[in-house]
C-alpha cells in the first residue's frame, strides 16, 4: 500500500470498542487521518476491532499498535488478517522478532513500523531498523514517562528528530504528548507523521480538535 | 493472593479462544498448573478470555501475558478486572510504567511479573524491578530467538538462573522452549514457575504432558 505524507495518526486511546467506534467516525479526514487502534484497545477487545473500524472506514489507514516483542509473524499476521494497513513492532524487540513481523506483513502488503520508546540511542536503532527494511519509525515518549517527568521528557527533542529526519531514508513519526502548538515545529523538522492521542480524543469537540490538527499538518 | 510454589505455567500459545478454553479444561492440575494466557492469544481475543477461562475454572491461578510496556495502570487493570491473578509487564519498560502497573495491581490484588525478554543484562534489570517491588521476575527467552538461534539461545542458561536464584530474593520463572528434560535442572537451580508452551500445547496429548511435566516439577 502507497501512504500520503503528510499524515495525522489519531491514536483512539480507550479501551471501549463502542468509543472507539464513535471516534474514529467523528475524526477520519480521508488521505489526511489515519486511525490508530491503540494497543491497551486492542489487547481489552482484541484485534477484531480492526475489522470492525475496517467495516466503518472502509477507506481509511488503520495503524495497529501491537507494540510486538515476539512473535514477530504471528502478530503481524493477526493485525494484517483484521484489515490493518500498518503495524507496530517495539524497536526494544529482538531483530529476529522485528524480521518475522516483516514477513508475515511483505506477505499481506501491511506496512511495519517500528516504535522506538524506551530505547537510550532511538536514532541509532532507527538505522538498525532501517537496515532490516521496515517502513518507519516512530520515536515515542511513553505515556507513564510523560507523567512522570512533566515536560522535561520533551528536552531537546526537536533538534533530535530534525537530526534524525535529515539522516534516515524512511519516514518518521513522533508520539507522545503532541498538542497543537508541537505540530509546526516537528512538522518544520521533517516528521512525516504526527501521532495524536488525548489533545484529540480528550478534546471537547474531537472533529473540530481534528481539523485544526489536520489545518496546522498542511499549512 | 498467595501462590503456591513450584509450580508448571502452561501458556496457551494460540490466538483462537475455542482452541484456548479447551487447553486450558484438559492441563489444569489444581495448584501445581497455572494457565497463562497468552500474549498473542489476548491481543487476538481481548482480555474477555480471562473471564471465560476464570469461569471455567474458578479456582486456577490464570496469568495475563500482557507484556506491558506503556500505561501500565490501563493494562494492569484490564487484566485484574477481567480475573487475573497475575499479570507480566515488561522489563524494558520504564520503571514509570512498572511502578503504574504496581499500582493498579495493588488496588486489585493481582501479582506483577516482570518479563525479562530482550535484556542484554537480565540479573541487573531483575534486581532493579525487585527494588521497585515487584512480585516475580521472568528470565525468558523469546519464540523468534529460538528459532533463529537454535540451542545456543540457551548456552550457559542453567548456571546464569543458578545464580539468579541464589541472589534474588522474589520467585524466579523460566520460560522460552523448555523441554521436559530441562526442567530438572532449572527447579535444581532454584527457579519457582516452570513455563511451558508447545511442549504441551503441541503435543499429540496435552494433558498427559502435563502430567509428566507436573511430576518433574514435585520430584
Known sequence: MKFNFPALQVALDVTDDRVAE????????????????????IKSVGVGIIGRLRRLLPKAVIFADMKCMDAGFVEAELASV?????????????????????????????????DLISISNPLQRAFEV???????????????????????????????I??????????VAV???????KVRPL???????????SAITKSSDPRETTIRFVREILR
Open 82 to 114: 483484521s484489515g490493518a494497513n500498518l503495524m507496530s513492532v517495539l524497536g526494544v524487540a529482538n531483530d529476529a522478532t522485528i524480521l518475522e513481523a516483516i514477513r508475515a506483513c511483505r506477505k499481506y502488503g501491511t506496512g511495519v513500523v517500528v
Open 162 to 171: 530534525s537530526k534524525a529526519c535529515k539522516s534516515l531514508n524512511i519516514p
Open 175 to 181: 508520539a507522545g504528548g503532541i498538542t497543537l502548538d
Open 187 to 197: 512538522m518544520d523538522a521533517g516528521v512525516k507523521v504526527i501521532v495524536v492521542g
Open 130 to 160: 532501517q537496515g532490516l527494511g521496515v517502513d518507519m519509525v516512530c520515536f515515542h515518549t511513553g505515556i507513564d514517562v510523560q507523567k512522570s517527568m512533566g515536560i522535561s521528557a520533551y528536552e531537546g527533542l526537536i533538534e533530535y
Open 22 to 41: 464513535d471516534l474514529a467516525l467523528k475524526c477520519w479526514v480521508d488521505d489526511h487521518v489515519w486511525i490508530e487502534a491503540g494497543t491497551p484497545l
